[in-house]
């Protein structure tokens, strides 16, 4: 069984630097992608970044230049830099692996930019 241990995330005054970290635990087989996906209350869960075994990387158009997604395939750890964040950025974050199981999801962990 696959587990996603997220770390990470709290309250941040806008502008200020956050950091989320994954790390996934198990038997885990051949993994295509790790990345993160966001979801605020009453929107749906959103990709914000991913990056695959090919170290193809993705970001949404809302985050890019300020967030960095990073990964490291040998300890199946995947990290979110987040910079220059704003209120709109408030959200639950979850990790996401893809692998040849399927999707596989974290338990979220809070994110909140508030003055």
């Known amino acids: 069984q696959v587990q996603l241990v997220e770390s990470g995330g709290g309250l941040v005054q806008p502008g200020g630097s956050l950091k989320v970290s994954c790390t996934a635990a198990g038997i885990i087989s051949r993994i295509y992608a790790m990345g993160w996906y966001r979801q605020a209350p009453g929107k749906q869960r959103e990709l914000v970044a991913s990056v695959t075994s090919g170290s193809r990387i993705n970001y949404a158009d809302s985050v890019k230049g300020r967030f960095t997604i990073s990964r490291d395939n040998a300890k199946n750890t995947v990290a979110l830099q987040m910079n220059s964040l704003k209120p709109e950025d408030t959200a639950v974050y979850y990790c996401?692996?893809?692998?040849?199981?399927?999707?596989?999801w974290g338990q979220g962990t809070q994110v909140t930019v508030s003055s």
């Open positions: 996401n692996l893809v692998d040849t199981g399927g999707q596989r």
